[in-house]
């Protein structure tokens, strides 16, 4: 079917004898038979008045052989009595590109989570340096059909959080200088903060992998505000050695999350008396947060022990407190005095948890052992749309 042999006009054939013959040979039907139904394969059926539709057999460039050899095109026509009409052929770039766009469509993406695998329409990105920004955002998944809760639900999770907050053991002090804080942060606060790091991540500086220079790569995704760390110099910097990019600002709204934090944690350690001291201001110390390391971490993400001990010497000398923000699901927090996992404590910290460790437990070694999965509260999972795993935001004075 080379050069114009293709083209045929209604009164080279009848219709029984040539026009059906392309579409019984590819298997098409005419938009007419999709709208109303199945088409008859009798000749009785066909009528002068009738509209009548042709194919075009259109040949395929052999550059895209990957491709169906033959591509056929439909086009209707006013009636058989109308003056004959010649077809166009479409273009094989036509198709392609068409085609193109439907391929492009369907992403996928391998699980963030090593034990399971997702259908997720997103790719993971974040993997390394260099890599597109990391999305905490959850996909919508074209292979399955989601079960959302009611409203109703996730107005009775609100209420439950909101009665734990108010509970006696809300207020907890694990030992001098080391205090936690459960459900802390409201469940509309939650979601304002994860959308917030979400926007965040999206920019300059947003969340990736840290990598040491030998391969190795830590279990979680990270993203720095106010000052950079650096896993290689386990220092703090102005930009990202591995593309320049300066961190993002602590948002002033985060700020007064810790604020709120230290001095419900000073009104806690008034009433009670404290563990060994009688100083609250002494026990965990005022800090104004210039550095926040936001980490997600999936459900297959750990941290070993380790200290936070890069800020300056001034600050460790303060003994200046780290301020931890727990949303997402729930993780197994170890901590101890000593790097020995077999001898460290150990407490659940859940969504809206606020841990704060400084005076005498500032150089306490810390870690995540695991996580749990699908603990997270449905105003998370659903109204912040996070993605199965936990955000972690720590603050404290460079």
């Known amino acids: 079917m080379a050069g114009g042999d293709d083209k045929r006009t209604p009164g080279s054939s009848s219709p029984s004898s040539r026009w059906r013959k392309p579409g019984a040979r590819y298997g098409l039907r005419s938009s007419e038979c999709q709208k109303e139904g199945p088409c008859s394969s009798s000749p009785s059926v066909w009528?002068?008045?009738?509209?009548?539709?042709?194919?075009?057999?259109?040949?395929?460039?052999?550059?895209?052989?990957?491709?169906?050899?033959?591509?056929?095109?439909v086009q209707p026509l006013k009636s058989v009595d109308s003056p004959p009409q010649m077809v166009t052929p479409v273009q094989p770039s036509e198709f392609v590109d068409s085609l193109c766009q439907m391929v492009g469509s369907v992403q996928i993406s391998d699980s963030l989570d090593s034990r399971s695998t997702s259908c997720a329409s997103e790719s993971v990105v974040g993997s390394g340096p260099g890599a597109a920004p990391f999305v905490i955002f959850r996909g919508v998944s074209k292979c399955s059909v989601e079960v959302k809760p009611s409203l109703l639900d996730i107005n009775r999770e609100k209420r439950r959080a909101k009665e734990l907050a108010k509970s006696a053991n809300a207020l907890q002090h694990l030992r001098p200088g080391m205090v936690l804080l459960k459900n802390f942060l409201k469940p509309d606060?939650?979601?304002?903060?994860?959308?917030?790091?979400?926007?965040?991540?999206?920019?300059t500086g947003g969340f990736y992998q840290p990598c040491y220079k030998d391969g190795a790569k830590l279990s979680l995704r990270m993203m720095c505000l106010g000052k950079n760390w650096d896993p290689d110099s386990s220092s703090y910097v102005d930009r990202r050695p591995f593309d320049g990019a300066q961190p993002p600002k602590i948002p002033e709204e985060l700020t007064k999350f810790v604020k709120d934090a230290i001095d419900a944690a000073h009104a806690f350690l008034k009433q009670s008396g404290g563990q060994g001291t009688s100083n609250p201001l002494k026990e965990i110390p005022l800090i104004s947060p210039d550095i926040c390391i936001v980490n997600f971490y999936t459900t297959a993400g750990k941290l070993g022990l380790h200290q936070d001990k890069d800020e300056t010497k001034n600050s460790l000398a303060k003994n200046l407190p780290v301020v931890s923000f727990s949303l997402g699901d729930t993780v197994e927090f170890l901590y101890g005095d000593a790097r020995d996992e077999a001898k460290a404590s150990k407490i659940k910290l859940e969504s809206g948890d606020v841990l704060i460790f400084g005076g005498q437990s500032r150089h306490i070694f810390h870690g995540v052992s695991t996580i749990t999965p699908k603990t997270a509260p449905t105003y998370v999972t659903e109204e912040a749309k996070l993605r199965p795993g936990r955000l972690n935001l720590t603050f404290r004075q460079y």
């Open 47 to 73: 009528s002068k008045k009738a509209q009548q539709q042709m194919v075009t057999p259109v040949q395929q460039s052999k550059s895209e052989g990957s491709l169906p050899q033959t591509v056929t095109q």
């Open 189 to 203: 606060d939650q979601v304002k903060i994860i959308k917030q790091c979400r926007q965040l991540g999206l920019g």
